[in-house]
């Protein structure tokens, strides 16, 4: 879920075509659930295989995210997560709990032939099994799309590339990669550009934001480690904020009085007794640097095999990704041709 900065966030928006060319580490996760909640039938059953199994993800990696790189010459990098932090325990059950409840409701919904409310409740219930993870690897790298395995939070390995400069920014829906350092974080680059709203009941459009990390700070006058605080006392995917005390309310209190360990004693008892493990998870995730921004080759016949032979894809439809692909590499050899001139 990340913690919610919306209302302290200053953000830039801009257009898909302002992004041209530009780098990102993506957050594969967050894609992929966005995938699996919004490609459904109308009934809000996912896309499936001839064998039952779940191409949601694959259809929009396959259609959707191959034409930021063709359309606008994005060069991605996904980032998968790796094992959760002990911290991270209750929130997993939490979002499990969450699944759970609208499985039911959208069982009930389709039974009672309400199509319109299981479509609401569908986009919740989306599951990322190892199977399907495996899957998207395994077409991003027919696709010659390159990804890096996170030792653990995804988010925290982008923040990383992008610190390093390895990337231009980081991509999220989420402000965690903010807390994490990342220099610059971009949301929304999306082809559809539309997010659902399951309390709404709708969608909202939705256009790419970048937040710049240095600037933010100096608005808001404070350090990136009083951002931590502040996340702490809303409440972070890793300890649950304090009743009453939202983002405005946080910045204040650490404006104020500089810390946690500053803040009034009322206050200060509420706080969670891992916020000194949380701050250090924050600026000292773990990373690493076994990977590269490198494009592979695109692997046609095993593409095709893969999506059509295994997954039940129509040819005409592949034939059309893998001409995006061939036609964006030879555009983009022709840039770096004509740019070493």
Not at 108 to 119: F, L, P, R, S
Not at 197 to 215: C, F, M, N, T, V
Not at 266 to 286: C, F, S, V
Request: charge should be neutral; charged fraction near 30%; hydrophobic fraction near 40%.
């Amino acid at each position: 879920m990340g913690v919610n900065l919306t209302p302290i966030i200053e953000k830039r928006v801009v257009t898909l075509e302002d992004l041209r060319g530009r780098s990102f580490a993506v957050d594969g996760f967050v894609v992929l659930h966005q995938f699996l909640a919004l490609i459904r039938a109308r009934d809000g059953t996912p896309l499936m295989d001839a064998k039952g199994r779940t191409t949601s993800h694959l259809v929009g990696l396959a259609f959707r995210t191959t034409r930021l790189v063709a359309d606008y010459g994005m060069k991605l990098i996904f980032v998968f997560d790796g094992r959760p932090p002990q911290l991270k325990r209750a929130e997993v059950e939490k979002r499990r709990e969450i699944r759970a409840k609208f499985e039911e409701e959208y069982r009930e919904a389709v039974a009672a032939g309400d199509y319109k409310t299981a479509m609401t409740k569908a986009v919740m219930t989306g599951r990322l099994t190892g199977e399907g993870i495996a899957d998207a690897k395994r077409l991003l790298d027919l696709l010659g799309i390159p990804w890096v395995q996170a030792p653990s939070e995804g988010e925290a390995q982008a923040a990383y590339m992008a610190a390093k400069g390895d990337v231009w920014a980081s991509n999220s829906q989420d402000y965690d990669s903010l807390l994490f350092g990342a220099p610059r974080l971009v949301r929304y680059i999306t082809i559809q550009g539309e997010e659902w709203l399951p309390s709404k009941g709708r969608g909202r459009k939705l256009q790419p934001e970048i937040i710049d990390l240095p600037a933010m700070l100096t608005e808001l006058n404070i350090t990136r480690d009083q951002l931590i605080d502040v996340g702490i006392l809303i409440g972070t995917d890793f300890n649950p904020g304090i009743r009453g005390i939202g983002p405005k309310t946080a910045l204040k209190l650490i404006r104020k009085h500089g810390r946690l360990e500053e803040l009034p004693p009322e206050i200060r008892e509420q706080l969670t007794p891992d916020a000194d493990a949380i701050r250090d998870l924050y600026n000292h995730p773990p990373a690493t640097d076994n990977y590269t921004l490198d494009e592979k080759p695109l692997q046609e016949e095993e593409l095709i095999r893969f999506l059509c032979d295994e997954r039940s894809f129509s040819r005409e439809r592949v034939d059309t990704v893998i001409t995006r692909m061939k036609n964006a590499r030879s555009q983009r050899s022709l840039r770096d041709w004509f740019g070493g001139i």
